[in-house]
């Protein structure tokens, strides 16, 4: 989120300087991401920095474990988080949220930087390692269900009385992108009745250049492990190339990224079918979130503009219908 929740950050301090015995007196929120069940701050004190992560249900559990695993494998690549002092899994309850701590690594996001063809490859090399692990009990599993194509094609029928101009600039965008969004869902649908479905690994599943931290020595992290889900591996794989971000567009570097991962077959049918959901899904998401409520503030605006520029020339949309 990009505003503070209403919490008591004094209590907040304390929790994370009891629960994981660290000297820490200091906490600044840090405004990432437009996700309105998310809050991270930065704690410093004679001990850190720390990122301190705040989660509102629904919660996975292998949002803590998988990054664990990984990095017992030995992957350099990830931000473990800290075990609370007593504790047998890697988070602490603080209200209703979840609570996860892990050191801070100062650097900037995919966003901002391009990747160089080493980082490329490090990335691809991060994700067959993740694609290679067991998949955990109780992770969700892809079902493919026409869920977010259903709401989309209501949305474009009847959409809801706007709330607020938030939420009036988002029906605007709607009605103004119709076409192109009922274009999808049928382009959608159609590449999924074709595709070749393969067998299920465990997927990060938001693998876009935000989730992408890159440090000041040159390293690389994968970060944000919240949705993570069993599917084919095109789930993580139709990210590179895809546009989420301005430096992730195709470009010969991205070769590299396949390099890292090593042999693969992805079907271009499902890469498709995955970049178009995740639009599909984006719009629904936003839906229901300005339209559902007037709730997160200076969010809401962001959530729209983040929306539109999907529709931009040679953008998210122009690049999933041309895979």
Known sequence: MLEPPALDDAALL????????????RLTFLPLGADLATAVYRADGATGPYYVKLRRAPW?????????????????????PRMPF?????????????VSVAPYVVGRSG?????????????GAVVRQLHQLPIPAGLPREQFSGRWRIRVATLC???????????????????ERRA??????????????????????????DLHAGNVLLGTDGSLYVVDWDTLVAAPIERDLM?????????WGPSPAQQAFFAGYGTATPDPRLIGYYRIERILEDIAVTADALFGSSAGGSDRQAMV???????????????????
Do not use: K, N
């Open 305 to 323: 503009e983040q929306l539109a520029a999907q529709f931009a020339p040679g953008g998210v949309v122009d690049l999933a219908r041309a895979t």
């Open 157 to 175: 029928v009847a959409a809801p009385t706007p709330v607020d101009a938030a939420a009036a600039a988002l029906l605007a965008l709607i009605r």
């Open 111 to 123: 966003w901002d930087i391009a990747l160089d063809d080493a980082q490329w490859a490090m990335l």
């Open 180 to 205: 192109t969004i009922t274009a999808l869902v049928g382009q959608s649908r159609a590449w999924l009745r074709e595709a070749v479905i393969g067998a299920a690994v465990v997927c990060h599943a």
């Open 60 to 80: 996975l559990d292998a949002s803590g474990s998988i990054p664990l695993q990984l990095a017992a494998r030995g992957v350099g690549q990830v931000i473990a």
């Open 14 to 25: 304390q929790h994370v300087a009891q629960h994981y015995h660290l000297a820490v007196d």
């Open 86 to 98: 007593g504790s047998s899994v890697p988070w602490s309850t603080f209200g209703e949220h979840r």
């Open 239 to 247: 990210f590179v190339g895809a546009g989420i971000g301005v430096h």
